[in-house]
Every structure is written in C-alpha cells, then in structure tokens.
C-alpha cells in the first residue's frame, strides 16, 4: 500500500461473517452469515458532505478526516490472498483490526481506513455481526462468540499466504475479548505456529479482568509481549461493568493500581495508561486513535526505530509524551507502522 499523503488512495481488504443488508445501500448488516471478501479503495478529504450513499461517504462524528470511496469489489478467497500478497510488497506490516460493539460495517471500514494514514501497512478488516446498536450490547457479545472460528481461519489463512514476518492484530473494546478468544483457541488447538507470527494489541479492552487472567494464562507470554491500551475514565466501559454486575473491565483499570501491576507481570503483558490524551468521542473510549495518530506522526519526524522489549504497567505523562521506551512498539501496533 502507498504511504498516504494529501489525498493519497488508501486500499482497505475488509473480511466479516455479517449476512448482506436487505437495504441500500449495498452492505452488510447485522445479521450472521458465512464469510465475505471486499476489496475497499479509499481516499481521505477535507471534507465530504455527511451521511452515507451510493458514492461512499463514511463519515465518523467527531473525526478530523472524511473518506470517499472510489472503489470497492467483491472477492472470492482466492483473489483476497492475492490481493495481500500484492498489497504486501509495498507495505511494513499487515494490520487485522478487530472494531468494537455498537459499530456497523460502514463504521468499521472508515475506522481502519482512519489509522492507515500514514502508514505503510496492509489493512485488513475482520468485522463480526455487530448490531451497530446501542442496546444490542448482549447480542453483540453472542455475535463475538459466533465469530471466534473465522477471526481463528482468517489469522491461520493469513500466516499461510505470507510465510514471513509479522502480523499485528488490533482488537478495540468488544473487539479484544474476540482475540482474546480466538488466540486462546488457537493456543488449545496446539496451533503455536500461528500465535508464534502475531504482534498483538488490545484498545480499550472491554474484557472482564478476573476472564483475561484465564485467557492470558492459557495463551502464556508472547513474543513481542501483548499489549493493552486503558483508560480510567472510559464512560463505554464503565456502563459494560454495570451492566456486568459491577464486575470490573480491563480496560478501565489504571496503570496506578497494583492489582493490574501484578496482572502485567504474571501475564507478561505491557499495559499503558493512555488516560492523558484527549479523546475522540464523549465516552472516552476511542482514545486510541489519538495515541496512534501522534505516534505515527512522531515516528515519521525522528526516524524512532523502537519496539517491544519490556513487559508492565507504564503512564503517559500530561503531554501525552512516551516516558520509557516500551510505548513504541505499543504505539506501532496501534499505529500500523512497525
């Protein structure tokens, strides 16, 4: 993929288990179904008009970009390989987001399209039936589960198609307990040789503390370690441990806290405390695209090679500057830049 400058064309690879939508515009919705392919080319403006059409208006409240779409085609698996393999030669790394609850497929493809700005990766969308739905969060939480074996086929396809190098997974809020997942079946169907190529990254994870302890233990420690993005102040978060019975989200601990110190260190997991970047929505739960954004453009400024050496539990100070050397590889997962 080319770097993105100006209104540069951004190629987004998109994978979901979503059934078609029954209504224009052409997408899917939020219904079950076998896995798709889609090809999506993007371009990033200063402004396009609000609402989504035939033309391909994504728009996302509260973001400095809009997207127009200016091609998007079927696959069959076949060309979607090939298309990775070609997307591949001009790239870094391949990225597979995972978005969030409440998020329909319109919304999912701007996000990752949104993160690829700037970075030399191979984009690749995995989006699970979602009920882009507010009060869906029950069946989104079902919609996960349903999607933990084609998150598990397409990590595995993806290891095949590229035999070398790594491939960062990025799961946001509801996201992250479905990688969380789809690793752990991975590690019990002894399949290491997957697990073994992935740089893994979790935003905002809206996972019950006490389950991440479980699934951290039967994945184990990975190489580089797994990183988790949280926020003290994540309102999304706070109303899933409500309606959880009070039973706290990972997501919403803070790096103060012993309890996640230790957590970081039985896991071997890096956990960064983003709570002092601004954020991007009123719920604070999208902060990540703050960290990803100033990232990358640092990186690109200073030539930082960084990368994943240590595990623990690590703060931003109040100007949103990394204080030790564990937040680069973090913020290039993130970023889609390592």
């Keep these: ?76 698996r076949t060309s979607f390989e090939q298309s990775v393999i070609r997307l591949q030669k001009n790239a870094d790394i391949t990225v597979v987001f995972v978005h969030g609850y409440n998020t329909s497929y319109q919304e999912a493809v701007f996000r990752l399209a949104q993160l690829s700005v700037g970075a030399r990766t191979v984009p690749i969308l995995f989006s699970w039936p979602s009920q882009a739905d507010f009060r869906g969060y029950v069946t989104d939480r079902d919609a996960t589960t349903y999607a933990r074996d084609d998150l598990v086929q397409l990590l595995t396809l ?26 752990r079946q991975l590690r019990l169907e002894g399949r290491d040789n997957v697990i073994a190529r992935l740089q893994v990254g979790l935003a905002s994870p809206d996972i019950d503390i006490d389950v991440f302890r479980k699934q951290a233990a039967v994945i184990g420690r990975l ?11 994540d309102r999304a978060l706070a109303v899933s441990s409500q309606i959880a019975g009070g039973n706290p ?37 999208d902060r990540f695209v703050a960290f990803a954004a100033r990232y990358a453009s640092s990186a690109r400024d200073s030539g930082s090679a960084g990368g994943f050496r240590h595990a623990g539990a690590f703060l931003l100070d109040t100007t949103g500057r990394i204080l030790s050397a564990p937040f680069e590889g973090t913020a290039r997962i993130i970023a889609g830049s390592q």
């Design 249 to 285: 989200r990972l997501g919403l601990a803070s790096a103060y806290d012993p309890k996640v110190q230790e957590i970081a260190r039985q896991s071997g997991t890096q956990i960064i405390d983003i709570t002092t970047l601004p954020a991007t929505d009123s719920l604070n739960h």
């Design 158 to 183: 993806l290891t095949r198609t590229l035999p070398r190098g790594r491939i960062a997974v990025v799961g946001h809020s509801m996201g992250a307990w479905l990688v969380m997942e789809a690793l």
């Design 1 to 76: 993929m080319e770097k993105a400058r100006g209104n540069a064309e951004i190629t987004v690879l998109a994978v979901t288990d979503r059934s078609p939508a029954s209504t224009p515009p052409s997408a899917f919705g939020g219904g079950r179904g076998a896995i798709s392919y889609e090809q999506f080319t993007m371009q990033a403006v200063a402004s396009a008009p609000g609402g989504y059409s035939g033309a391909g208006v994504v728009p996302h409240n509260g973001n400095p970009k809009n997207f127009v779409t200016t091609g998007r085609r079927e696959l069959d």
């Design 223 to 233: 190489t580089p370690p797994l990183t988790v993005l949280v926020s003290k102040d």
